[in-house]
């Protein structure tokens, strides 16, 4: 079995790199797959996205919260990928959190600042009546692919990985909102 060190590594990486997750939730109309590109948080490990706020998966996250999804990459040494699925809560980021994370979100996705200035969408966008909502997930369960079974038997299976060795990793800025790091 792969020791919790290695583990705990490569969920970093992945959280960190990955960039875009699919996101599975479920609603009236049953069951739907979005791939949405997010930025991480820590303490507790969370995941932020901005959506349209009449896309089916932000309609489904109203009706019901729980959520799963995955993470993958690929192009990497050795098997050539790498992916993590989990399980979580998601939310509408509120109107106390909104300036703070919207900032983050801009900040770690687009870290040149006249790349940002393109993406930048107005403030109005997400509030009140406004198109556009940040939503933030929760993990609550996080699993690996098992690499070493699938090099062992090719049998694809998964291996949990505790929560508490994703939660602290510091993230390079040191001027994140609080709990990012």
């Not at 948080?41 to 009706?63: C, D, F, G, T, V």
């Amino acid at each position: 079995m792969t020791p919790l060190p290695e583990l705990a590594e490569r969920s970093h990486f992945l959280i960190e790199n990955a960039r875009f997750m699919t996101l599975a939730t479920h609603g009236p109309e049953g069951a739907w797959a979005s791939t949405v590109n997010y930025v991480p948080l820590r303490q507790p490990l969370r995941l932020l996205w901005y959506s349209m706020r009449q896309a089916r998966h932000s309609r489904n996250i109203e009706a019901d919260p729980q959520v799963s999804g995955s993470v993958y990459l690929t192009g990497l040494p050795g098997l050539g990928l790498d992916g993590a699925q989990f399980t979580a809560t998601a939310r509408p980021v509120g109107p106390d959190e909104l300036q703070e994370l919207s900032d983050w979100y801009y900040e770690r996705n687009f870290p040149d600042e006249s790349v940002r200035r393109q993406w930048l969408l107005p403030p109005g966008e997400f509030r009140d009546e406004g198109p556009r909502r940040f939503y933030l997930l929760e993990v609550h369960r996080w699993w690996l692919l098992d690499i070493d079974r699938w090099l062992a038997d090719k049998k694809d299976q998964r291996v949990a990985v505790p929560l508490d060795v994703l939660a602290g990793r510091p993230i390079a800025r040191s001027d994140g909102p609080a709990g990012a790091r």
